[in-house]
């Protein structure tokens, strides 16, 4: 990004686009699909304020930073000759540990950002999968890959729902799509794995029907761990050292610092070459007469669980086009959630036990072949993206409403 001239100075926007505080208010009413009465009213309309000064600082040097940052992901998957080297009797433990690690860490970190910050989940789910990937490598037993799995699966996790929240608390409304296009760099991270299993597991790891399998023939897998984690090792780096990530204005609104929430907003504004509009008095007139504001830790829980009442989820249903979107939503979550791990674990494990022959099995072979459908996936994200921009090119959706978590 070019840097301004010294005599230059930033664009100054005044005011919200001619709108007025109650205005932005009553649209955020008009908007939302959750009664109002639901949630902290104060609380929902200072976040329609926040949302609305971030949609007036618009799409920047700071949000693109953010969006490259957060493409960093993992993809460890390819961990199928672990059960050839120690022989485990029941070797679909190995996705049990995973999968309950990545139920955790959802669980754990999608609360913890409202009550510790989004700013130290966000780094510390990408180090924690980093470290213990590495550690993994050094596995003595099937009990302690299992154990390192759960763990470094606790990280991944949360990475990904604190790692959407906060890029869409910072992200202009106009500009939400983009969320969507973080699918990509999934893809891309699976053919980048799979590229590195192909040469390492390929080359350096025991066949399946070996009944022998040594450590000293198997370290294929680890070599690759190593590799994997040291390359999200690099990636922690780059977020931690190279990038200044804020915290979410939001959170800190949440907590009674609206003080620092404004100071984020006007530091994001700086980043992006304009300044805000926003000042705590914009805030402050959300605030009914005599407002204690709920600051503390459970407060925030609070807060989270209130999302997902009864009451809300009534709401989701309210008319028949609203319930048949959600309705649509929830079945294809469920049957990807289904399809994904039967697949991609417990297919390949029922065609072992059940003896199916497919010509040549080797490990080079299947993830060559593994290589093949990862690259497959990456033009169903960039069909993805297309898709979207078309949208928005020949279509007029109506007003989008304000993201508030």
């Known amino acids: 990004m070019e840097s301004l001239a010294a005599d230059e100075k930033p664009h100054l926007r005044e005011q919200p686009v001619g709108l007025s505080i109650e205005e932005i208010v009553a649209g955020f009413e008009d908007d939302t699909v959750i009664p109002t009465n639901a949630v902290d009213i104060t609380y929902a309309r200072k976040a329609a304020v926040l949302n609305r000064a971030i949609k007036d600082i618009g799409m920047g040097w700071y949000q693109w930073q953010l969006f490259i940052v957060i493409g960093f992901g993992w993809a460890s998957d390819n961990l199928t000759p672990i059960k050839t080297e120690f022989k485990p009797s029941k070797a679909p433990l190995l996705n049990l540990a995973q999968n309950i690690g990545l139920l955790a860490g959802a669980i754990f970190w999608g609360f913890g950002c409202d009550v510790f910050g989004r700013r130290w989940a966000f780094n510390l789910t990408l180090g924690l999968t980093a470290v213990w990937g590495l550690i993994a490598a050094g596995s003595p037993n099937f009990a302690a890959i299992g154990s390192f799995a759960a763990l470094w699966s606790f990280g991944v996790g949360g990475n990904l729902p604190v790692d959407s929240a906060i890029f869409l608390e910072f992200l202009?409304?106009?500009?939400?799509?983009?969320?969507?296009?973080?699918?990509?760099?999934?893809?891309?991270?699976?053919?980048?794995?799979?590229?590195?299993?192909?040469?390492?597991?390929?080359?350096?790891?025991?066949?399946?029907?070996?009944?022998?399998?040594?450590?000293?023939?198997?370290?294929?897998?680890?070599?690759?761990?190593?590799?994997?984690?040291?390359?999200?090792l690099i990636m922690f780096s780059i977020r931690f050292f190279a990038f200044t990530i804020f915290e979410s204005p939001k959170y800190l609104m949440g907590k009674g610092k609206d003080e620092e929430a404004v100071r984020i907003v006007h530091e994001v504004a700086r980043r992006n070459n304009t300044e805000s509009w926003l000042t705590v008095e914009h805030l402050k007139a959300c605030e009914p007469e005599g407002y204690e504001q709920r600051i503390s830790a459970s407060d925030a829980v609070k807060r989270k669980l209130e999302t997902v009442n009864l009451t809300h989820i009534r709401a989701l249903f309210a008319t028949r086009k609203l319930g048949y979107s959600t309705g649509a939503l929830m079945l294809v979550w469920a049957l990807i959630g289904l399809a994904f791990p039967l697949f991609h674990a417990y297919l390949p494990y029922l065609q072992a036990i059940r003896g199916a022959h497919f010509g040549d099995g080797s490990t080079y072979l299947t993830y060559r072949n593994n290589l093949i459908l990862a690259v497959l996936g990456v033009p169903g994200a960039l069909c993805t993206l297309f898709c979207m921009l078309s949208r928005r090119k020949y279509s007029r959706p109506r007003t989008e409403a304000p993201v508030m978590r």
């Open 172 to 232: 202009p409304a106009s500009h939400q799509y983009l969320l969507t296009v973080l699918s990509v760099d999934w893809a891309v991270a699976q053919v980048v794995a799979n590229l590195i299993a192909w040469g390492l597991l390929g080359n350096f790891t025991c066949e399946v029907t070996d009944t022998n399998c040594t450590r000293a023939e198997n370290f294929g897998w680890r070599y690759f761990m190593i590799t994997v984690g040291g390359l999200t």
